[in-house]
Protein backbone atom coordinates (compact mmCIF):
# COMPACT_ATOMS: atom_id res chain seq x y z
CA UNK A 1 0.00 0.00 0.00
CA UNK A 2 1.16 3.50 -1.01
CA UNK A 3 1.28 5.54 2.46
CA UNK A 4 3.00 9.02 3.33
CA UNK A 5 3.20 9.98 7.10
CA UNK A 6 3.62 13.27 8.03
CA UNK A 7 5.49 14.35 11.20
CA UNK A 8 7.51 16.91 13.26
CA UNK A 9 4.76 19.26 13.76
CA UNK A 10 4.12 21.52 17.03
CA UNK A 11 3.56 24.74 18.60
CA UNK A 12 6.27 27.75 18.56
CA UNK A 13 7.15 31.07 18.65
CA UNK A 14 7.07 33.33 15.62
CA UNK A 15 11.03 33.71 14.26
CA UNK A 16 11.41 30.02 14.88
CA UNK A 17 12.44 27.08 12.71
CA UNK A 18 10.83 23.35 12.23
CA UNK A 19 11.51 20.47 10.04
CA UNK A 20 8.96 18.16 9.27
CA UNK A 21 9.08 14.97 8.13
CA UNK A 22 7.28 12.69 5.00
CA UNK A 23 7.99 8.90 5.41
CA UNK A 24 7.14 7.34 2.10
CA UNK A 25 6.63 3.55 1.62
CA UNK A 26 4.95 1.17 -1.23
CA UNK A 27 6.08 3.10 -3.90
CA UNK A 28 9.92 3.86 -5.25
CA UNK A 29 10.51 6.86 -3.14
CA UNK A 30 14.03 7.64 -5.22
CA UNK A 31 12.15 7.78 -8.47
CA UNK A 32 9.50 10.05 -7.49
CA UNK A 33 9.23 13.66 -7.52
CA UNK A 34 7.47 15.13 -4.08
CA UNK A 35 5.24 18.44 -3.32
CA UNK A 36 4.58 20.27 0.07
CA UNK A 37 1.13 21.53 0.57
CA UNK A 38 -0.61 23.41 3.21
CA UNK A 39 -3.79 24.32 4.31
CA UNK A 40 -4.16 27.35 6.87
CA UNK A 41 -6.98 27.78 9.00
CA UNK A 42 -10.59 28.26 7.17
CA UNK A 43 -8.45 29.00 3.62
CA UNK A 44 -8.22 26.33 0.85
CA UNK A 45 -5.08 24.33 -0.24
CA UNK A 46 -1.82 26.35 -0.93
CA UNK A 47 1.30 24.31 -2.59
CA UNK A 48 4.65 24.96 -1.46
CA UNK A 49 7.07 23.50 -3.82
CA UNK A 50 8.27 20.59 -5.49
CA UNK A 51 11.30 18.53 -5.39
CA UNK A 52 12.76 16.29 -8.42
CA UNK A 53 14.34 12.80 -7.89
CA UNK A 54 18.02 13.33 -8.10
CA UNK A 55 18.23 11.69 -11.78
CA UNK A 56 16.70 15.01 -12.83
CA UNK A 57 17.57 18.51 -13.67
CA UNK A 58 16.47 21.68 -12.70
CA UNK A 59 15.95 23.05 -9.07
CA UNK A 60 13.52 22.66 -6.46
CA UNK A 61 10.85 25.22 -7.07
CA UNK A 62 9.00 26.77 -4.55
CA UNK A 63 5.87 29.07 -4.41
CA UNK A 64 6.29 32.99 -3.73
CA UNK A 65 5.34 33.05 -0.06
CA UNK A 66 8.22 30.87 1.03
CA UNK A 67 10.68 30.98 -1.15
CA UNK A 68 13.90 31.69 0.99
CA UNK A 69 12.62 30.71 4.02
CA UNK A 70 11.27 27.07 3.10
CA UNK A 71 13.87 24.65 1.84
CA UNK A 72 12.93 21.02 0.70
CA UNK A 73 15.44 18.24 0.63
CA UNK A 74 14.96 14.34 0.77
CA UNK A 75 16.97 11.09 1.95
CA UNK A 76 16.21 8.53 -0.60
CA UNK A 77 18.20 6.24 1.72
CA UNK A 78 14.98 6.77 4.36
CA UNK A 79 12.27 6.88 1.61
CA UNK A 80 11.43 10.78 3.39
CA UNK A 81 11.41 13.36 2.29
CA UNK A 82 11.61 17.06 4.44
CA UNK A 83 9.98 20.97 4.97
CA UNK A 84 12.54 22.76 6.78
CA UNK A 85 10.67 26.11 7.82
CA UNK A 86 12.56 29.00 9.29
CA UNK A 87 11.61 32.34 10.21
CA UNK A 88 8.06 31.40 11.06
CA UNK A 89 5.77 33.96 10.80
CA UNK A 90 1.79 33.33 12.04
CA UNK A 91 0.46 32.91 9.16
CA UNK A 92 2.63 30.01 8.47
CA UNK A 93 -0.10 28.11 11.04
CA UNK A 94 -1.67 25.88 8.53
CA UNK A 95 -1.75 21.33 8.47
CA UNK A 96 1.51 20.32 6.15
CA UNK A 97 0.87 17.69 3.79
CA UNK A 98 3.54 16.16 1.59
CA UNK A 99 2.11 14.64 -1.69
CA UNK A 100 3.75 11.96 -4.33
CA UNK A 101 3.80 14.73 -7.82
CA UNK A 102 2.90 12.20 -10.68
CA UNK A 103 3.93 13.69 -13.67
CA UNK A 104 1.39 16.06 -13.62
CA UNK A 105 -1.10 15.72 -10.21
CA UNK A 106 -0.69 15.00 -6.90
CA UNK A 107 -1.47 11.27 -6.62
CA UNK A 108 -0.68 10.33 -3.35
CA UNK A 109 -1.32 12.54 0.02
CA UNK A 110 -0.23 12.23 3.55
CA UNK A 111 -2.68 13.03 6.21
CA UNK A 112 -1.63 16.24 7.25
CA UNK A 113 0.56 17.27 10.57
CA UNK A 114 -0.39 21.01 12.47
CA UNK A 115 1.84 23.82 12.87
CA UNK A 116 0.86 26.43 14.95
CA UNK A 117 2.97 29.65 15.48
CA UNK A 118 1.74 31.97 18.48
CA UNK A 119 3.23 33.99 20.87
CA UNK B 1 -6.76 35.91 -4.73
CA UNK B 2 -6.11 32.60 -6.41
CA UNK B 3 -4.73 32.17 -9.49
CA UNK B 4 -7.47 29.24 -10.24
CA UNK B 5 -11.17 30.94 -10.26
CA UNK B 6 -13.82 28.60 -8.55
CA UNK B 7 -17.31 29.23 -7.52
CA UNK B 8 -16.94 29.26 -3.15
CA UNK B 9 -20.05 26.66 -2.99
CA UNK B 10 -22.66 24.86 -4.88
CA UNK B 11 -25.16 22.89 -3.49
CA UNK B 12 -27.63 20.02 -4.59
CA UNK B 13 -29.92 17.58 -3.71
CA UNK B 14 -29.35 14.14 -3.38
CA UNK B 15 -29.11 12.10 -6.67
CA UNK B 16 -28.97 15.37 -8.49
CA UNK B 17 -25.80 16.53 -10.94
CA UNK B 18 -23.52 19.31 -9.83
CA UNK B 19 -20.91 21.37 -11.66
CA UNK B 20 -17.95 22.95 -10.22
CA UNK B 21 -16.33 25.37 -12.64
CA UNK B 22 -12.48 26.43 -12.06
CA UNK B 23 -11.42 29.75 -14.29
CA UNK B 24 -7.57 30.11 -15.39
CA UNK B 25 -5.22 31.52 -18.11
CA UNK B 26 -3.58 30.74 -21.31
CA UNK B 27 -0.69 30.05 -18.65
CA UNK B 28 -1.96 27.12 -16.60
CA UNK B 29 -5.22 25.91 -17.47
CA UNK B 30 -4.79 26.82 -21.28
CA UNK B 31 -1.74 24.99 -21.36
CA UNK B 32 -1.40 22.00 -18.62
CA UNK B 33 -2.92 19.09 -17.20
CA UNK B 34 -6.21 19.62 -14.69
CA UNK B 35 -6.13 17.65 -11.92
CA UNK B 36 -9.22 17.87 -9.05
CA UNK B 37 -9.62 17.28 -5.61
CA UNK B 38 -11.90 16.05 -2.98
CA UNK B 39 -11.08 17.41 0.68
CA UNK B 40 -12.80 16.49 3.92
CA UNK B 41 -10.94 19.18 6.58
CA UNK B 42 -8.83 16.25 8.77
CA UNK B 43 -8.02 13.62 6.18
CA UNK B 44 -5.80 13.78 3.37
CA UNK B 45 -6.82 14.86 0.02
CA UNK B 46 -8.00 12.87 -2.88
CA UNK B 47 -7.34 12.97 -6.46
CA UNK B 48 -10.66 12.47 -8.51
CA UNK B 49 -9.21 13.65 -11.75
CA UNK B 50 -6.47 14.30 -13.49
CA UNK B 51 -4.87 15.16 -17.22
CA UNK B 52 -8.57 16.82 -17.26
CA UNK B 53 -10.70 13.98 -17.50
CA UNK B 54 -8.51 10.47 -16.33
CA UNK B 55 -9.98 9.25 -13.35
CA UNK B 56 -7.80 6.97 -11.31
CA UNK B 57 -8.75 3.21 -10.13
CA UNK B 58 -11.35 3.32 -7.50
CA UNK B 59 -13.13 6.49 -8.54
CA UNK B 60 -16.73 5.98 -9.54
CA UNK B 61 -17.53 7.15 -12.49
CA UNK B 62 -20.38 9.63 -11.31
CA UNK B 63 -17.17 11.84 -11.33
CA UNK B 64 -15.98 13.14 -14.68
CA UNK B 65 -13.68 16.35 -15.87
CA UNK B 66 -13.82 17.99 -19.02
CA UNK B 67 -11.37 21.26 -20.10
CA UNK B 68 -12.20 23.84 -22.97
CA UNK B 69 -9.90 26.59 -23.11
CA UNK B 70 -9.02 28.23 -20.18
CA UNK B 71 -11.66 26.54 -18.02
CA UNK B 72 -11.86 23.09 -16.56
CA UNK B 73 -15.19 21.75 -15.13
CA UNK B 74 -15.83 18.71 -12.53
CA UNK B 75 -19.20 17.17 -12.77
CA UNK B 76 -20.68 14.60 -10.18
CA UNK B 77 -23.74 12.73 -10.59
CA UNK B 78 -26.00 10.70 -8.32
CA UNK B 79 -25.20 13.01 -5.22
CA UNK B 80 -24.53 11.42 -2.07
CA UNK B 81 -24.40 13.08 0.91
CA UNK B 82 -20.78 11.35 1.15
CA UNK B 83 -20.07 13.93 -1.54
CA UNK B 84 -20.07 16.44 0.48
CA UNK B 85 -16.60 17.85 1.21
CA UNK B 86 -14.28 21.10 -0.67
CA UNK B 87 -13.14 20.66 -4.05
CA UNK B 88 -10.21 21.98 -5.49
CA UNK B 89 -8.90 22.50 -8.90
CA UNK B 90 -5.26 22.65 -9.91
CA UNK B 91 -2.59 22.69 -12.33
CA UNK B 92 1.09 23.77 -13.14
CA UNK B 93 1.71 27.74 -13.69
CA UNK B 94 4.33 27.97 -16.35
CA UNK B 95 4.70 31.84 -16.13
CA UNK B 96 4.76 31.02 -12.23
CA UNK B 97 7.32 27.48 -12.11
CA UNK B 98 4.61 26.92 -9.52
CA UNK B 99 1.99 24.87 -9.02
CA UNK B 100 -1.51 26.61 -8.38
CA UNK B 101 -4.72 25.81 -6.87
CA UNK B 102 -8.29 26.94 -6.83
CA UNK B 103 -9.64 28.66 -3.73
CA UNK B 104 -11.80 25.75 -2.78
CA UNK B 105 -15.85 25.05 -3.55
CA UNK B 106 -18.03 24.07 -0.66
CA UNK B 107 -20.08 21.00 -2.18
CA UNK B 108 -23.49 20.88 -0.25
CA UNK B 109 -25.81 17.74 -0.50
CA UNK B 110 -29.05 19.54 0.85
Known amino acids: EVQLVESGGGLLKPGGSLRLSCAASGFTFRDAWMSWVRQAPGKGLEWLGRIKRKTDSGPTDYAAPVKGRFTISRDDSKNTLYLQMNSLKTEDTAVYYC??????????WGKGTTVTVSS | QSVLTQPPSVSAAPGQKVTISCSGS????????VSWYQHLPGTAPKVLIYDNNKRPSGIPDRFSGSKSGTSATLGITGLQTGDEADYYCGTWDSSLSAWVFGGGTKLTVL
Open chain 2, 26 to 33: SSNIGNNY
Open chain 1, 99 to 108: AWYYYSYMDV
